[in-house]
């Protein structure tokens, strides 16, 4: 099975920071990686599918890059409605999750 | 709109079985592949099973095979998780999730974009 470990767990961040959040694979997984976030008594959302492919709606400060088994989410300027929960996961071998990297206002 | 409602949730004994359900409106159900995923209290996110959009493949997370079923009436826009033998450590929140598809030159990309709003089971005695 393919394992997804993302860091850091959890980070500090300030409005208006510019924050990268990493996934890695214990296997490549090509571009079948997706990043989603959830809020606290919600559904996840999804973000970007396919590595780097911004869902429709999605603001374009949040961007997804990588291959093979590294992969980064990166929130351009942080925005309050940004403090959350995500998630990534691999779609090339049914389905993981990573562990989640929670964010938190500093 | 395009809508996933879960229900069937509730507090169940170990050992019991629950069925939940997950109607689907605004998309044509029958051409997407559903998913449960579930999140234990205080955890992160597990995806649990997957099914076709025509119901003829079925996979499983380990810790589930063999004690869950998911199965869909795409004529009800309906899909289904029938879970047996229940354990405490299947106590979380169900969601169940609509599978999206990108299709690009040479490969086909997936990925859950609608979600429901989820539905809680208990396994207690």
């Known amino acids: 099975d393919i394992q997804m470990t993302q860091s850091p767990s959890s980070l500090s961040a300030s409005v208006g920071d510019r924050v990268t959040i990493t996934c890695r694979a214990s296997q490549s997984i090509s571009s079948y990686l997706n990043w989603y976030q959830q809020k606290p008594g919600k559904a996840p959302k999804l973000l970007i599918y396919?590595?780097?492919s911004l869902q429709s709606g999605v603001p374009s400060r949040f961007s997804g890059s990588g291959s093979g088994t590294d992969f980064t989410l990166t929130i351009s300027s942080l925005q309050p409605e940004d403090f959350a929960t995500y998630y990534c996961q691999q779609s090339s071998s049914t389905y993981t999750f990573g562990q989640g990297t929670k964010l938190e206002i500093q | 709109q395009v809508q996933l409602v879960e229900s069937g949730g509730g507090v169940v004994q170990p050992g019991r079985s629950l069925r939940l359900s997950c109607a689907a409106s605004g998309f044509t159900f029958s051409s997407y592949g559903m998913h449960w995923v579930r999140q234990a209290p205080g955890k992160g996110l597990e995806w649990v099973a997957v099914i076709s959009y025509d119901g003829t493949k079925e996979y499983y997370v380990d810790s589930v095979k063999g004690r869950f079923s998911i199965s869909r009436d795409n004529s009800k826009n309906t899909l289904y998780l029938q879970m047996n033998s229940l354990r405490g450590e299947d106590m979380a929140v169900y969601y169940c999730?609509?599978?999206?598809?990108?299709?690009?030159?040479?490969?086909?990309?997936?990925?859950?974009?609608?979600w429901g709003k989820g539905t809680t089971v208990t396994v207690s005695s």
């Open positions: 396919a590595a780097s």
């Open positions: 999730a609509k599978e999206g598809e990108w299709l690009t030159d040479y490969y086909y990309y997936y990925y859950m974009d609608v």
